[in-house]
């Protein structure tokens, strides 16, 4: 079998998996919930849960994959051979692959706004607009535009395809090459759009007082719903459960720092939040916007280019904001496939070019499945729900978060003795003050935490 594939430096292996963390849940799922639960004091929240609940069950994972060098399956596989737990890896595998196919479906979205921006046709007029005027008539010209895409059979789909491909080329590439050099280029453009709207943000008329709802904390809005959703928050945004930080950990040379990885980590996936909402927040309050919720897609996709329809350089700026969630989109849809192709290729001894194969092609009818969901297939419902928003369902609310409450009892009270230490400590070699913290947080904490977030999503 060949060598196992490994990062070529330092700051691939961050810009790599920081770039499979980002994703669009910072994007769209942070605001919102900001806008809702009192601004800061759900930050605050969050921010206590990253550290709390995000970096531990973190570590957990890197522990796993680059103690191990192996898929999510193969880990346990190595470690317990006659056991069972290597069924936690792969409910993370097929959670991975589920929310892979209908995640492809919305990075194709991106692409397509992109496309209509940098061509005009997003801000061209539509008949339903023209009885409203004002804010209300851009309202209604996005919400029709974004709704005659998605409920579309051929266009979505088109662009769907053009993300596979763009995904397979990335990935035949191979890690060093493919993954690691793409890393190097896309996170760095990704930060600097952020910094760019960030300070365009700042000049808009009402900023400050976008800045103070952000930033000033309305602790009245909290209860136990309002930490569940940061829980919630702090768990998905790091890409949790999911088998990437397995994965990814499996091609961290032996000498990597773990615990300053995952700090590194998720202060920067935290900063994408804290910057998004430094743009959002600004927007909406000086473009009359401030009064619409901010949820999932509404705000991606009709909000924010409201907001640039009122701006000079309208396609520019919108232009610029999709590259931007594009970039987030094909970090992560990178990540969610090499999942599977690590698996294909430890498990079954394929060669990359099969495994990459045997991983995508089969999307382009899961992904087409999902996407026609959205439209002709619309009238498949399963307990109330579509396709899409079924995957969407079963695989982040439940199958997530089993597979970490399995990673954390294991690695917590079943991993050989001294496991988790000694990867913490390099074998000894640096010394690690927070390992009793950790230790403790995956043994007791995080297993009853991440139980609270399962039970919550069916309340």
Not at 232 to 251: N, R
């Amino acid at each position: 079998m060949a060598a196992k594939a490994q990062f070529g430096s330092k700051i691939g292996l961050i810009a790599a998996t920081v770039g499979s963390a980002v994703g669009l849940g910072n994007v769209w799922r942070f605001p919102a919930e900001a806008q809702a639960n009192g601004g800061a004091a759900f930050l605050l929240l969050y921010m206590a849960c990253v550290f709390l609940l995000g970096i531990p069950v973190m570590l957990a994972e890197f522990s796993l994959g680059r103690g191990q060098r192996s898929d999510a399956v193969g880990v346990f596989k190595r470690l317990a051979p006659r056991s069972s737990w290597w069924i936690g890896g792969a409910i993370a595998i097929l959670a991975s692959y589920l929310i892979l196919s209908f995640y492809m479906v919305v990075a194709g979205w991106t692409l397509e706004y992109m496309w209509q921006s940098i061509t005009g046709a997003l801000y061209a007029p539509v008949t339903e607009a023209t009885a409203h005027t004002g804010i209300e008539a851009l309202d209604v010209q996005f919400k029709t535009r974004m709704e005659e895409y998605i409920l579309q059979d051929v266009r979505p789909l088109v662009m769907t395809y053009i993300m596979l491909a763009i995904n397979l080329g990335i990935l035949l590439m191979g890690v060093q090459k493919g993954i690691e050099k793409m890393s190097n280029v896309l996170m760095p453009v990704l930060f600097a759009l952020l910094l760019a709207f960030a300070c365009v943000a700042m000049t808009f008329p009402e900023a400050a007082e976008g800045l103070r709802f952000f930033l000033h904390p309305d602790f009245s809005k909290i209860d136990a719903s309002v930490v569940v959703n940061a829980l919630g928050q702090a768990f998905f945004s790091l890409s949790l459960g999911m088998g990437i930080l397995i994965t990814y950990s499996s091609y961290f040379p032996k000498d990597t720092r773990l615990t300053r990885t995952a700090v590194t980590v998720s202060l920067l996936d935290m900063l994408v939040a804290v910057m998004m909402g430094f743009i959002i927040f600004p927007a909406v309050k000086s473009f009359g916007l401030d009064s619409e919720g901010l949820e999932g897609a509404t705000l991606v996709f009709v909000t924010l280019p409201e907001v640039f329809a009122q701006m000079p350089l309208t396609e520019l700026w919108s232009s610029l904001f999709f590259l931007l969630l594009m970039v987030a989109a094909l970090t992560s849809t990178i990540s969610l496939a090499e999942v599977s192709i690590a698996f294909m290729q430890d498990r079954f001894g394929l060669r990359r070019t099969t495994a990459c194969l045997a991983v995508i092609l089969p999307l382009f009818l899961l992904s087409t499945i999902c996407s026609l969901s959205q439209g002709s297939l619309s009238w498949i419902k399963v307990a109330g729900l579509n396709i899409f928003s079924l995957l969407d369902t079963v695989a982040t609310n439940i199958m997530l978060p089993v597979a970490s409450i399995i990673t954390c009892v294991y690695i917590g009270w079943f991993a050989p003795k001294g496991y988790l230490r000694n990867e913490l400590t390099n074998h000894g070699a640096i010394a690690s003050r927070a390992y009793p913290v950790v230790q403790a947080i995956v043994r007791y904490v995080a297993p009853a935490i991440i139980a609270l977030i399962l039970i919550a999503s069916f309340l």
